[in-house]
Each structure stands twice: as C-alpha cells, then as structure tokens.
Nanobody, 120 residues
Framework: QVQLVESGGGSVQTGGSLRLSCAAS?????MAWFRQATGKGREGVAA???????FLADSVKGRFTISRDNAKNTLYLQMNSLKPEDTAVYYC?????????????????WGQGTQVTVSS
C-alpha cells in the first residue's frame, strides 16, 4: 500500500505560478497528476515514470513541468503562466504497471487532492 500526500495548492492570479508536491510512502513505477474542475470529469495533466519518461496534456505543454525525486519518492508539478481554466482540484496518483494520462484505470493509489484557483 502506497500513501500519497499532496501539498502546494493555493490561489493565484492569471499568469502566476504554483508548485505542487506529492510525497509517496514508497517507491512506485508511475506517478501522475490529474485534475477535476467543478462539474467535470477527472482529467490527466501529466505523468512520469521512475525512469523519467514524461507525458503532458496538450493544454499544459509549455507551461507545466512534471518531475520526480526518486530518492525522496516525491513528485512535483511546476505550473507557470496559469490560466483561469487551470482552476481545479489537483490529485496525485500512482500506478505500479503502466503510465498514461489518458485514463485513471492503471492508478491504484490517490492523494486527497489540493485546490488550485486561478483568478482573472
């Protein structure tokens, strides 16, 4: 069982930056960020394998960077040039066998979520 604890959410204005962190209780193959805006489904934002292969949603390419520190079992999401449409609860997720942002199916473990609010 892997436990995930997120931190770093908050409120910023358009164009601002935030950095999310997710501490895992153990090593795991794939770690990812999903987000869910009010009234919408959960959307894959970014994922990274233990070897460093990354996956980014088109909507965040050039603005968000995903990274991980394997020694600390910690995942990060650097979010720059934030837009109001980035407003959502952001969830950290982890998977043992595969890595994707297309579906939540592989992800066995989830954090509690952290709110990101971007005002115009």
């Amino acid at each position: 069982q892997v436990q995930l604890v997120e931190s770093g959410g908050g409120s910023v204005q358009t164009g601002g930056s935030l950095r999310l962190s997710c501490a895992a209780s153990g090593a795991i193959y794939c770690m990812a960020w999903f987000r869910q805006a009010t009234g919408k489904g959960r959307e894959g934002v970014a994922a990274i394998t233990r070897g460093g292969t990354t996956f980014l949603a088109d909507s965040v390419k050039g603005r968000f960077t995903i990274s991980r520190d394997n020694a600390k079992n910690t995942l990060y999401l650097q979010m720059n040039s934030l837009k109001p449409e980035d407003t959502a609860v952001y969830y950290c997720a982890a998977a043992q066998l595969s890595c994707t942002i297309a579906t939540v199916t592989p992800y066995n473990y989830w954090g509690q979520g952290t709110q990101v609010t971007v005002s115009s």
